[in-house]
């Protein structure tokens, strides 16, 4: 019996392609069936499951708390909705950074109980052990570097970072031995655009950009940053593209005014 396969999914073979033909790539975070079936029918490339989930979806301050099984269970909704993009599990702090076997085992538990098609952990050389041990198992791996919010307790704060000429060289550095272990992709956060365009030059897999300039293979951003349902975090680098948290509260108080006058529901609106 023979499985058909859509072959208008996006593929890891496919997004390097599309850095070669130099056509950029767009991603956005994604986190329940409802919004990631929209995000994927308007044409999205990749979407990230992100441990950004443990903030805009759990209400954490940091994204630390979340875990494996938390997000193993946000990403089969979001797999379930995508028909054409890649869908990107974040291996949430702590699972990977133990022990090289541990990683190995938790990587492959997300792909399998998921459904997803790659995941994304944070860190260059420290993890490199682990994350060659994951490509060996078959895992197509997605780096992160620059801003890792997973490591916010070392650097105290979410800052730029590589700005002073030690960290930008060990970013480049970290960002080659990555693409060498043969990560599909590698995003980097929250640096200068200048340093962004110098490692997306210097390896051969795609570079996501997220407040890393307009030089990337492409860019992410979190959904509800973007779509202005966040209300109070504006960073430089974020873009509302809808404003969307006005909608929802009008829409909402609508509703209960309609409630409280009884005009909802109507003779229409009722068997
Ligand atoms: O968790 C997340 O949303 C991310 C993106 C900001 C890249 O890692």
């Known amino acids: 019996m023979s499985v ?5 999914r996006m593929t890891t073979a496919k ?8 056509e950029k790539i767009a991603m956005l975070t994604g986190y329940d069936f409802t919004l990631a079936s929209l995000v994927d029918e308007a044409g999205i490339d990749m979407i990230l499951v992100g441990d950004s989930a443990s903030n805009v979806v759990c209400g ?3 994204t630390l708390p979340i ?3 938390e997000m193993i269970f946000l990403t089969k909704g979001v797999v379930r909705a995508a028909q054409h993009s890649l869908v990107v599990c974040d291996m949430p702090f702590g699972s990977y950074q133990v022990s090289e076997e541990e990683a190995v085992r938790n990587a492959i538990k997300i792909l399998k109980e998921s459904g997803c098609d790659a995941v994304k952990l944070e ?3 420290e993890i490199l052990p682990a994350i060659r041990h994951m490509i060996q198992s078959g895992v197509p791996v997605m780096g992160h570097l620059g801003l890792t919010p997973q490591s916010v307790n070392q650097f105290g704060g979410y800052g730029l970072r590589a700005k002073e000429e030690a960290e930008a060289e060990k970013l480049l550095h970290d960002a080659k031995l990555l ?3 043969g990560c599909f992709s590698i995003v980097l956060e929250k640096i200068p655009a200048a340093l962004a365009e110098k490692v997306t030059k210097a390896v051969s897999c795609p570079v996501i950009g997220i407040g890393a300039g307009n030089d990337c293979d492409g860019q992410v951003l979190v ?3 973007m779509l202005g349902l966040n209300q109070g975090f504006k960073p430089k680098f974020l873009r509302h593209f809808a404003h969307l948290a006005e909608e929802v509260k009008s829409a909402v108080s609508s509703y209960i005014n309609a ?3 009884q005009s909802f529901p109507s003779a229409e609106e009722s068997y």
């Open 60 to 62: 954490n301050q940091y």
């Open 179 to 181: 693409d060498e272990a």
């Open 4 to 8: 058909h396969v859509q072959n208008s």
């Open 223 to 225: 959904l509800h940053d």
């Open 123 to 125: 860190g260059g050389e």
């Open 67 to 69: 875990t494996v099984d």
């Open 259 to 261: 409630v409280k006058d």
């Open 15 to 22: 997004l390097r392609q599309m850095k070669a033909n130099g």
